[in-house]
């Protein structure tokens, strides 16, 4: 804090050795969840005061106790297929409409009639979708979800504007858009933009709600701007955790600056990623041509991210956690592609053995979701530690 960056705090699975080893005792992989984080996190967003109504983007981790976590924080819950939408829906069938935003990319049109039919806020991204179908949007109110030209994010494969992305309307078509959308009788009543995901720098966001409520006054019917979600977590050692002050300082004085707006936000993975470890059981050492190798029960199967995106996970022997001497490897899975490998050049205790308990951290977001079947392996189990 003194170097004015802030300090990653002790990862609470540290604390919850033996209760994780226990967890691992009843099979692995085996995705554990920290709901005292989610929690935690949760709070960061209800606590900015900028902040008018936060969602969280659940396609980061739709687990049911998560999501109930979540809401009963006072946050909504943001969807992109139908299916999510059910999901949603099934898991709380109290929650009000109102804390549901969907926002699809290139959906069906039943898909938006649903969403309609269920009072849900709709964004939608393009002319030819309100040409196309002007019964599903006659006479509706939804959001303007816009490409402002350029792409952020931790990998080009998340990043959701510019030329090269298949999201938002153009800047150059929101004219053309909003014609479109008074011969339907169609209010936008919100702008948005999410240009991507694993964004560190904290002033990305309020220079979104600046690009967007100037659109907005010129549009005259928006009362709400949602700026995405995109926040970053600390994966690497050498990573800070998101600069949290800076960001509420810089979302407040845009605020301040265009007051007449509602801000949502719509993070995912900042709410969960920290929360959530994956579990693994070592099944053999293998020493070839000069690189070690530790193979676990699951690896690309259980989680895409370092396959994908080249994406940095902690991995750490839970059974040997004190052991000062450590020796380099590589970590891999089970399955039969050389971009089977969980993390390269880790080093990890020289008496890792067969049956040893690995544990990867901040597998929260995007980890089980994404998980496959690839090779006819199980997916993995999940649980939840209060
Ligand atoms: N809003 C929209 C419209 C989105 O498309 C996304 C994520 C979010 C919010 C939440 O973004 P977050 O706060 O989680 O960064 N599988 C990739 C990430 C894909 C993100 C897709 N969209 C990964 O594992 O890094």
């Given amino acids: 804090i003194a170097h004015g960056k802030p300090e990653r705090a002790r990862p609470w699975w540290v604390g919850k050795r033996e209760a ?33 109504r936060g969602f969280f983007a659940i396609k980061a981790n739709p687990h049911p ?30 929650l009000s409409p109102q804390r549901v935003l969907f926002t699809p990319s290139f959906a069906p049109r039943r898909e938006y009639e649903a969403a309609f039919a269920k009072g849900i806020t709709v964004t939608l991204d393009n002319i030819e979708a309100l040409q196309r179908w002007p019964e599903v949007f006659r006479g509706r109110t939804l959001w303007l979800r816009l490409d402002l030209g350029h ?28 014609d479109a959308a008074r011969v339907l009788d169609v209010r936008v009543s919100g702008l948005h933009a999410h240009l991507g995901s694993g964004i560190d720098d904290p002033q990305h966001w309020h220079g979104v709600y600046a690009h967007l409520a100037g659109l907005a006054d010129s549009v005259g019917t928006v009362e709400t701007i949602d700026i995405g979600g995109g926040l970053s977590v600390p994966y690497t050692p050498e990573s800070a955790h998101f600069d949290v002050a800076l960001w509420r300082a810089g979302l407040d004085e845009i605020k301040a600056a265009y007051p007449r707006y509602g801000l949502v936000v719509e993070p995912g993975r900042y709410l ?20 070690r190798r530790i193979g676990a029960d699951a690896g690309m199967n259980a989680l895409m991210r370092p396959s994908i995106y080249d994406a940095y996970h902690g991995i750490h022997n839970l059974d040997r ?36 308990v690995l544990l990867v951290a901040d597998a929260g977001a995007y980890g089980m979701v994404m998980a496959n079947t690839y090779n006819l392996r199980a997916l993995p189990a999940e649980d939840i530690i209060e």
């Fill in 20 to 52: 994780l080893l226990e967890r691992a005792a009843a099979g692995t992989p085996r995705y554990v969840y920290d709901l005292a984080t989610v929690r935690e996190r949760a709070r960061v967003l209800t606590g900015t005061a900028a902040i008018d």
């Fill in 65 to 94: 106790a998560i999501l109930r976590t979540i809401v009963n924080e006072g946050l909504g819950l943001e969807c992109v297929s139908l299916g999510e939408i059910e999901h949603v829906f099934a898991t709380l069938p109290e």
């Fill in 151 to 178: 792409g952020e994010g931790h990998h080009a494969k998340v990043k959701t504007g510019g030329v090269a992305a298949k999201f938002g309307l153009p800047l150059a078509k929101v004219d053309a858009f909003l």
């Fill in 272 to 291: 969960v990623a920290e929360c959530g470890v994956l579990l693994l059981s070592v099944t053999q050492v293998v020493e070839k041509d000069g690189v």
């Fill in 321 to 356: 956690l004190d052991d000062t001497q450590s020796q380099t490897f590589d970590v891999v899975g089970p399955i039969c592609e050389s971009g089977d490998v969980l993390g390269f050049e880790r080093a990890l205790p020289a008496a890792t053995a067969q049956g040893d």
